[in-house]
């Protein structure tokens, strides 16, 4: 994990999109953090997002410019309005590939809606694995 301001892109790393934080990504996976619905699925597949049932709205952008590649290196395994639970796959992705052709796999996590909370605030997580929590909102 990463703070967020240190992500090297300005739009995420001064939080206009929602506060959060970045991951680095070890493997190619990307899993549903919460319970929810999916609520928009980037056509290139590089970016997700989810309303969880108590209302956090996440977004989980893969990389930074990722977009560019349209879709190339990216398999999505669900659809917009999918009904997913804590660890449930949502996409895959070919790091390695991503790598090569130039792409930091820098990896936001965003709480969108993060001015309907008092604090969104990151945890003190080295290593994440799925089903860790990585962010505490009041």
Avoid: C, W
């Amino acid at each position: 994990m990463i703070p967020l301001q240190r992500v090297n892109d300005d739009t995420f790393a001064s939080e206009v999109l929602g506060a959060g934080i970045a991951i680095r990504p070890a493997i190619g996976k990307v899993h549903a953090p919460v319970d929810g619905v999916v609520t928009s699925f980037h056509k290139a597949r590089h970016a997700i997002g989810i309303t969880s049932f108590d209302g956090v709205e996440i977004l989980i952008h893969v990389g930074i410019d990722t977009v560019e590649l349209e879709g190339q290196y990216f398999t999505g395994h669900v659809e917009m309005g999918d009904k997913v639970k804590v660890g449930d796959l949502l996409l895959e992705f070919d790091s390695a590939k991503i790598s090569a052709a130039g792409y930091d796999l820098t990896t936001p996590i965003l709480i969108t809606n993060t001015s309907s909370f008092l604090a969104v605030l990151p945890l003190e997580v080295e290593r994440v694995q799925t089903g860790d929590s990585i962010i505490k909102i009041l």
